[in-house]
């Protein structure tokens, strides 16, 4: 059984920075597909950033410039650098972890949550 478990959250005022951390347990080598998703409170939850299993990226547009995904193959975790952060990405952040073939998610694990608040 995989377990993803976030870390790196927190309290930031405007214009901080933070990095968020998912390490996961076992089986990191057969994940294809990376992702960071959010969910606002009272809103639903939305692609942040994805990365591939070759290092390709995607971005949601409200980010781009600002956050970076990667992930460190050895250490079997995921990040996401968060720069000028601003009050509209307070969420709590989850990391998804999945193994995609030809379109389809053949399995998928997902962190508890780790909590973001911008705030000055």
């Known amino acids: 059984q995989v377990q993803l478990v976030e870390s790196g959250g927190g309290l930031v005022q405007p214009g901080g920075s933070l990095r968020l951390s998912c390490a996961a347990s076992g089986a990191f080598f057969s994940f294809n597909d990376m992702c960071w998703y959010r969910r606002p409170l009272g809103k639903e939850r939305e692609l942040v950033a994805g990365i591939t299993s070759i290092g390709d990226t995607k971005y949601t547009d409200s980010v781009k410039g600002r956050f970076n995904i990667s992930k460190d193959d050895a250490k079997n975790t995921l990040y996401l650098k968060m720069n000028n952060l601003k009050p509209e990405d307070t969420a709590v952040y989850y990391c998804?972890?999945?193994?995609?073939?030809?379109?389809?998610?053949?399995?998928?694990?997902w962190g508890k949550g780790n909590q973001v608040t911008v705030s000055s």
């Open positions: 998804n972890a999945a193994r995609v073939i030809d379109g389809t998610r053949e399995y998928e694990y």
